[in-house]
């Protein structure tokens, strides 16, 4: 068939009869139909695309193939299979949910913290609001907090103990160094506060304290971990907030809890340092957690992602293509080889100048050839890389060098927790929810956070911390009476879903709220 360039250089020759103006016309018509296939300068190369046998009014303009390639995912496969999918998919609200793919991800992650809260819209803005407060304090920890949070992950039954007992937790985090002594000598502790008025350190808050020496549960837990003591001097200013709230004092301590929940058989030595780190970069690690699988890897293979981390062309087009690269798992001298000729390589040559420049890095080089099996893991789970790169929250966390340099540092205390993709995702946003606490008791303490946004963050724990971490992707959820609805009447739908990775690599992707609004896709479920 000719070319349109053919056709309209034909065109000056219409004497030639009315069937050369047919073919013209059918040729052009063809080309609108199947656009070029081959890739542009400057892109990653395409995957195969999805061809529609008519073009209306509703399809994507033509060069958009984000949702034709969303449907020719394993995870769509598998959802579009999934009668529980198919349910919450028909839901006239469900559009709504799907439009924001960074509030989906958390509702995949822990459906219970929303369907609840869900029917009741007032209480789900007053939770909202109240995550607004804290969210940019709570993205990050100084090193103090991350400490803390190591603390009560290290010390949960002692801290624990302490938080029923506000007042006198509060009087120890006031004058740490006069308790510091008893992390040595326990008993000392129980004979003093069987007489606390003798002792200056406990004689202001007398009372508390006998009541905590009659706590014979309390007094149990501190005493078997009078180490707790050592601990909250090293971090007294960190702790002091916290003392003067006990609502965030106590969704602190439960956080710690969550987060010791995934540790299995890991040493509470090697579970602190993640939780420190976890803490210092929380948004980083609350994004990665969208996609689990994608947090294991980076837990699993640290060197390999701090080495593309300042590659952040290179890394995209590795993982929308991770069959190209897997099996440089077990051969990291052909990478090296392929970058020194990268526009020779399918794979690489759309971004050949990306790749030439990870190749002239040294450093880079080194981390990845030290864990190069990092490629055959991204592989392994390539859908939740393809949906990660999508995202430029995941984009960002997997570029935010400071944060994998932390990971690398740890690299012993997170490949020990990282046999369980969801546990991990699980401690992450328990990291997240301590910041939220600790936030929130800083801004008590400074009159900026008021009763009624305590009591919303006490009553709805986990909603709040993930709302702190992404308020602006809730806003919309909060304000549609159709999405809440479609979130509290499919409470059973989400949770048969939790487990399932292939939703969390749907739901995550940028690309399934056009999908949700598309003929074809929502025709590919209607016909399983």
Do not use: C
């Not at 920890?141 to 002692?158: C, E, K, L, T, W």
């Amino acid at each position: 068939m000719t070319t349109i360039e053919s056709n309209q250089s034909n065109r000056k020759y219409m004497a030639t009869g009315a069937a050369i103006i047919a073919v013209a016309v059918a040729a052009y018509g063809l080309g609108r139909i199947y656009p070029p296939l081959g890739p542009t300068e400057g892109t990653i190369a395409p995957a195969d695309r999805y061809v529609s046998s008519q073009v209306g009014d509703g399809d994507v303009t033509l060069g958009d193939t984000s949702i034709p390639k969303l449907m020719q995912t394993d995870a769509f496969e598998v959802m579009s299979k999934n009668p529980n999918f198919r349910t919450l998919a028909s839901h006239p609200g469900f559009a709504a949910l799907a439009a924001n793919s960074q509030a989906m991800s958390a509702i995949a992650a822990n459906p219970n913290a929303f369907t609840g809260l869900a029917k009741s819209p007032a209480a789900f803005l007053a939770t909202l609001d109240a995550a607004k407060a804290v969210s940019a304090a709570a993205g990050t920890a100084n090193a103090g907090q991350a400490q803390a949070f190591s603390a009560i992950v290290n010390h949960p039954s002692a801290f624990s103990a302490l938080g029923d007992h506000p007042q006198a937790f509060a009087a120890i985090v006031n004058n740490p160094s006069a308790f510091a002594g008893y992390a040595k000598n326990p008993s000392a502790f129980s004979a003093a506060v069987r007489d606390p008025s003798a002792v200056a350190a406990m004689s202001n808050s007398a009372n508390a304290f006998l009541a905590l020496g009659r706590d014979a549960s309390a007094m149990s837990a501190i005493l078997r971990d009078a180490s707790a003591f050592d601990s909250i001097a090293k971090s007294a200013d960190a702790f002091s907030s916290l003392a003067k709230s006990p609502q965030a004092l106590s969704l602190a301590v439960k956080s710690a809890d969550a987060f010791n929940a995934n540790r299995g058989q890991v040493s509470a030595s090697l579970n602190g340092q993640v939780a420190a780190v976890m803490s210092q970069h929380a948004n980083a690690f609350n994004s990665l957690a969208a996609q689990p699988q994608v947090l294991q890897a980076v837990a699993s293979h640290p060197s390999a992602f701090a080495g593309l981390a300042n590659h952040p062309q290179a890394l995209a087009a590795i993982l929308n293509n991770p069959s190209a690269f897997a099996a440089y798992g077990k051969s990291p001298s052909a990478f090296s080889a392929a970058l020194r000729d990268p526009s020779a390589v399918a794979a690489m040559s759309s971004s050949a100048n990306a790749f030439q420049a990870l190749g002239r890095d040294v450093n880079a080089m080194a981390l990845i050839s030290r864990d190069a099996s990092a490629f055959s893991s991204i592989a392994k789970s390539a859908d939740a890389f393809r949906a990660a790169a999508a995202s430029p929250q995941a984009m960002n966390a997997l570029t935010n060098v400071s944060a994998l340099n932390a990971v690398v540092k740890s690299a012993d205390a997170f490949n020990a927790l990282s046999s369980n993709a969801n546990a991990l995702a699980s401690a992450a946003r328990a990291a997240q929810a301590f910041n939220a606490a600790s936030a929130a008791a800083s801004l008590s303490a400074r009159g900026q956070f008021n009763a009624r946004a305590m009591q919303a963050m006490s009553s709805n724990p986990s909603a709040f911390a993930a709302m702190s971490a992404q308020p602006a992707a809730w806003a919309a959820i909060a304000n549609n009476a159709q999405a809440l609805q479609a979130l509290s009447a499919n409470a059973n739908a989400f949770n048969a879903l939790k487990s399932m990775s292939a939703f969390h690599a749907l739901a995550s992707n940028p690309s399934f709220a056009a999908a949700m609004g598309d003929a074809r896709f929502a025709a590919s479920l209607s016909n399983q």
